[in-house]
């Protein structure tokens, strides 16, 4: 195996993009009228005393540190000014940009497509400045790179380093003379830093390097020479990928938000264009893909100090440069697939041995790092990313085997795919397509579809097309399981195709799971059975009529509240079973039985809520037997709670709370004088803050009408108790909506 990499490599070594990693250059003074808001035009080449009048109004460079922008003069001294502070009265100023971006396209190996040179800063450098070494975040869509222009202004030192794959570029802008502009640009990735200035005021303009959406960047290059090599080196290697692809990186790290075929940098794009062309000749399937490597470790540098709890640790204050120490984790992933045409494995741990490179992962600047602070008695940690371009390849003849590790999510993306290459003579989609069903089947106790995203649709799809009844028969389990994510229409599909009967027993499982949304569920299926299908199929509807009785005695309809949901709440479910009941009613006019036991289950609890927005509702929005039937029973629940009007407590006196500990007994004791008493509304208590707090929380917790408040006069405070009316106000609330139901429930049944 190690020959055949080492071959692989040799053969892509010769695949070279057009351009290097940087470019660099100088142009002819043209003069940009660039002027700063609150100062006015800038002088070319920058006087020193118009450089510090820019520094007044500009602030601190900051630099990324994980997902924060930090201001750390420790890591970075510089000043800039944003670009919304900028603007160029020179006409002739975008033309100058352009024809340097023009060059810039040539010297990075871009193709002719639209590449924005986006402004991002002003950037000032003073004597002591400096950046310590890094890689520029990508600050935009599309960005892939960064340029620089030099503005001529006396100085020394400030040299840009520019590393990459062992090679390096140091761009010195004080060379140039006060009649040249110098400019130099790189892609994101690479590593960077800038050199302290010794004498006088580094003065840039950045540019963000962006790609209009659509456009390729890279160059294509003639591959069709290697392609067949390369093919060979591939099959070779088939019997070496046993449960997971291989996945062979490239020379350039991405980030996710970027990362895509057209973005692929320098040469990576020539390569990743030969690797794919290969592996279709090979017969393997092939996409790319972000190989992050993670890494979580000892924070080493910076100040450490003890905090103010008495821990000793950084001090998080102070963010100078720190690095890793001792490594406490790593790990390698496939976690972000690209274009390829073909759905994505899912998020793969990768081993040694499925990784091919030339070079060592994990060493370097990161393209993300973030660090850990005080977390109890554990010491401060800091973690590293590096996402690395890869293509991913497989052999086909492996595909069953690895895809048999993938989950659920990830199988039925691919059934997805094969149904859409049904009729692709390259590809077997038939075989391939029940392979991942009976997968599915035997794996599906272990589905949990509970907070599922995904739609089980493809497979009742798939079904159909396959119209195999001894294959759907071994699904019996499975389509009882996701039976909730097939949608209705397919259900009906799939029980007209068949023997209906067949779905007898999967409805009736499904209807004895007790849950109120697999029940709402099979309630629309029933609701979606087309009857003019044939008259056997309208007895089949009507059987599963006759067991709605059956699934809804299992079911508190009456119970509202449901701590775990999953789109619609529990409510809004109740609602939808019973006008789905309603409307089935329909079928059953003449069945008194039916009509009974229906009404029976529904009506068996009648709580408040249950009745008044519940009830009501639903059976005044329909019409029917069943409808009309609920509604006589919510008007005799309503009548016997609106007997007896709620009056306003005689007195104040109010009972005591029962006491559910000796803490509250206590309180309770205290104030007993007081709620006891029918003439005193108000009780002051002059106590120390803990035994304020202390009464407070237990009145807080009881069901009583006082009101607190915390009088911040004198010392110590008063917590002063205040007796109200709240419990007889609310329940007047109540009354009144009752009555105002009833009278709606009253004139919709006449």
Same mark, same amino acid.
């Given at each position: 195996m190690e020959n055949l990499k080492n071959k692989l490599f040799e053969q892509l070594k010769r695949i070279q993009g057009n351009g290097s990693f940087e470019t660099s250059g100088t142009k002819k003074i043209t003069l940009p009228g660039l002027h700063v808001r609150g100062i006015g035009e800038i002088s070319i080449p920058i006087p020193p005393l118009q450089v510090k009048e820019m520094i007044s109004f500009a602030k601190k460079a900051p630099f990324g540190k994980g997902s924060q922008t930090i201001t750390d003069t420790t890591v970075r001294s510089a000043w800039e000014v944003d670009a919304d502070q900028l603007s160029f009265h020179n006409d002739d100023w975008a033309d100058f940009l352009n024809n340097i971006v023009k060059e810039v396209k040539e010297g990075l190996g871009i193709e002719t497509n639209e590449v924005i040179a986006s402004l991002y800063k002003l950037l000032i450098y003073e004597e002591g400045d400096f950046f310590l070494a890094h890689k520029d975040s990508e600050k935009e869509p599309g960005m892939f790179g960064t340029l620089i222009i030099g503005l001529p202004s006396t100085h020394t030192g400030g040299e840009l380093i520019i590393q990459f794959d062992g090679k390096e570029k140091i761009i010195d802008f004080s060379a140039s003379n006060s009649y040249q502009l110098p400019y130099v640009a790189f892609f994101a990735d690479c590593d960077h830093e800038i050199k302290p200035i010794r004498s006088g005021y580094r003065v840039a303009l950045v540019y963000n390097l962006v790609k209009s959406a659509g456009s390729q960047i890279i160059n294509q290059s003639k591959i069709s020479a290697q392609v067949d090599e390369m093919a060979m080196l591939l099959k070779s290697m088939?019997?070496? !990928?046993? /449960?997971?692809? +291989?996945? $062979? %990186? #490239?020379?350039?790290? &991405?980030?996710?938000?970027?990362?895509?075929?057209? /973005? #692929?940098?320098?040469?990576?794009?020539?390569?990743? =264009? @030969? %690797?794919?062309?290969?592996?279709?000749?090979?017969? &393997?399937?092939?996409t790319l893909g972000l190989v992050t490597h993670y890494q979580m470790g000892e924070l080493e540098g910076g100040d450490f100090e003890y905090d103010y709890r008495g821990r000793y640790g950084r001090n998080t204050t102070d963010l100078s440069e720190s690095t890793m120490g001792e490594i406490y984790e790593e790990d390698t992933r496939i976690d972000c697939w690209g274009v390829g045409g073909i759905p994505a494995l899912g998020d793969i741990d990768i081993e040694d041995e499925d990784l091919l490179t030339d070079f060592e992962i994990g060493h370097g600047l990161p393209i993300e790092e973030d660090e850990e602070g005080f977390t109890g008695n554990a010491g401060m940690t800091k973690e590293y990313w590096y996402h690395y371009g890869a293509v991913i390849l497989w052999p086909k003849n492996k595909h069953a085997e690895l895809l048999s590790e993938a989950s659920f999510e990830v199988k039925l993306e691919w059934l997805r795919y094969y149904y859409q290459h049904w009729d692709n003579s390259d590809i077997n989609s038939v075989e391939l397509s029940k392979q991942i069903i009976i997968q599915l089947a035997e794996e599906a106790e272990y589905i949990n579809t509970r907070f599922c995203s995904t739609d089980f649709d493809i497979v009742a799809i798939v079904l159909s097309k396959l119209d195999d009844p001894m294959l759907l028969d071994e699904c019996k389990d499975l389509l009882t399981t996701v039976f909730r994510w097939i949608s209705p229409a397919n259900w009906d599909a799939l029980a007209q195709q068949f023997e209906f009967q067949l779905f007898t027993s999967i409805f009736d499982r499904v209807g004895k799971k007790n849950d109120v949304y697999e029940v709402n569920h099979l309630l629309g299926v029933i609701i979606c059975l087309n009857p003019s299908y044939s008259t056997a199929f309208v007895e089949f509807i009507l059987q599963q009529i006759d067991r709605v009785p059956i699934y809804l005695n299992? !079911?508190?309809?009456? +119970? @509202?509240?449901?701590? &775990?949901?999953?789109?619609?709440?529990? +409510? =809004?479910? !109740? !609602? /939808?079973? @019973? =006008? +789905? $009941?309603? #409307?089935?009613?329909s079928y059953k006019k003449q069945d008194s039985d039916w009509m009974d036991a229906m009404l029976k289950i529904i009506t068996k609890s009648q709580p408040r809520d249950y009745v008044n927005n519940v009830l009501a509702p639903v059976s005044m929005k329909q019409k029917g037997i069943l409808s009309d039937k609920i509604k006589q029973v919510c008007v005799s629940n309503l009548n016997e709670r609106i007997l007896i009007k709620p009056t306003p407590p005689p007195t104040w006196e109010r009972s005591i709370p029962k006491a559910n500990s000796k803490q509250e007994a206590e309180v309770w004791n205290i104030l007993g004088p007081f709620l006891e008493s029918a003439d005193i509304q108000v009780f002051e208590y002059k106590k120390a803050q803990a035994y304020r707090s202390e009464m407070e929380g237990v009145i807080r917790r009881a069901i009583i009408d006082l009101e607190v408040e915390t009088i911040s006069k004198g010392s110590p405070h008063i917590l002063r108790l205040t007796k109200t009316q709240a419990a007889y106000k609310q329940a007047l609330k109540k009354w009144k909506k009752d009555v105002a139901i009833l009278e709606m429930l009253n004139a919709n049944l006449h």
């Open positions: 088939s019997d070496a !990928i046993v /449960s997971k692809p +291989k996945a $062979i %990186l #490239l020379e350039h790290q &991405y980030t996710p938000a970027n990362f895509s075929f057209d /973005s #692929l940098k320098h040469h990576d794009r020539p390569r990743a =264009e @030969l %690797l794919l062309e290969a592996a279709k000749k090979a017969d &393997y399937f092939a299992r !079911i508190e309809l009456s +119970k @509202l509240e449901d701590r &775990y949901t999953d789109g619609d709440t529990r +409510k =809004e479910t !109740i !609602i /939808s079973i @019973l =006008e +789905k $009941i309603i #409307l089935l009613s």
